[in-house]
């Protein structure tokens, strides 16, 4: 499995925007969908985006659509969230996952990276 470690967390402002970067190591990143997650306190762990191995197909939560984007640089072996127009309700800490092609589960994830939306 991959190895995951996110950065680019922080203080932010609403309508403000932040872009967290997830560098893997220790597998082929191309063999990997990848993954951003996050869990704010009291709640679930929630989905929010995902991108196939090649980068050709993302696929998004209806909360983050249309303001976050997910990418990936497989030269790099990093993956992105561009977070845009934040509110205070995405406030939690942010996680990135790998799922290996022919699994079914996130079985690769990074410690995390804390986002919080001032109002």
């Known amino acids: 499995q991959v190895q995951l470690v996110e950065s680019g967390g922080g203080l932010v402002q609403a309508g403000g925007s932040l872009r967290l970067s997830c560098a893997a190591s220790?597998?082929?990143?191309?063999?990997?969908?990848m993954a951003w997650f996050r869990q704010a306190p009291g709640k679930e762990r929630e989905f929010l985006a995902s991108?196939?191995?090649?980068?050709?197909?993302?696929n998004y939560a209806d909360p983050v659509k249309g303001r976050f984007t997910i990418s990936r640089d497989n030269a790099k072996n990093t993956v992105y969230l561009q977070m845009n127009s934040l509110k205070p309700e995405d406030t939690a800490v942010y996680y990135c996952?790998?799922?290996?092609?022919?699994?079914?589960?996130?079985?690769?994830w990074g410690q995390g990276t804390q986002v919080t939306v001032a109002s």
């Open positions: 996952a790998g799922r290996r092609i022919g699994t079914s589960d996130y079985g690769s």
């Open positions: 220790g597998g082929t990143f191309s063999n990997y969908r």
């Open positions: 991108i196939t191995g090649g980068g050709g197909a993302t």
